[in-house]
């Protein structure tokens, strides 16, 4: 199956590189053409890239490498992606992983999650797509794998993506979820609208849009409700904030 690339806007020529040292990225995956493909765009945007053929050996290397990301394919022969997670987790490796699937539904991906994985993406993609996600794992703090997210009243459950205040729920929409989860992963912090668009929204360049402002909006109409103290903050000029009061 061939990938889906493209350029964006943001490119002039050839991919940005990342800063040295190369991040270290295992590839796990059994198709030889795609692997192929990832291998050689990642290696010219400055990853150094091991490729494993099935789950058993993508295993091996994960416990016994040192890596600084995962791409783990879901359907591999001798040991499926999701074990090789799920075992990957259970020696305590957490390396962000990056799951890709030819499987789209809600329920693959929720499976995907729930196995270990940080984050999902769905064959074909585009290349752009996947540079953006990679490096958004790549800043993610340490402590991505916890399961719970707790600041002040607010609590995040991970794993069933529920969110509540003072222990009463709150319904959000799929980037509400994940722009709140952004914020409180990163509390008393000033988010900018270019980090926002680029690590929620993974945008490679950064639109002339009120997209951030909107959502923020939308997000502080759940979260800060009448009679308790606001949570977002407007920081003037430049950006936002999620702050409990002291």
Known sequence: MKIMTMTSAYESGAPERLPEPSPRLLLIEDDDSIAAEVAEELTTRGYDVTRAATGVEGLDHACTGQ???MIVDRML??????????????????????????????DDRVSGLKAGGDDYL??????????ARLEALLRRPTDSRVTMLRVGPLEMDLIDRRVFRNGQEIELLPREFRLL????????????????????????????????????????????VAGEPPLIHSIRGAGFSLRVPV
């Open 67 to 69: 890596f600084d990301l």
């Open 181 to 224: 989860e952004y914020m409180m992963r990163r509390p008393d912090t000033v988010l900018t609208r270019t980090m926002l668009l680029e690590d929620v929204w993974n945008y490679r360049f950064v639109p002339q849009t009120n997209l951030v402002d909107v959502h923020i909006g939308k997000l502080r109409r759940k979260i800060d």
């Open 122 to 131: 769905t064959k074909p993609f585009a290349m752009e797509e996947l540079a």
């Open 77 to 106: 022969p001798e040991l499926d992606g999701l074990t090789v997670i799920e075992s990957v987790r259970a020696q305590r490796i957490n390396i962000p992983v990056l799951v890709l699937s030819a499987l789209s539904a809600v």
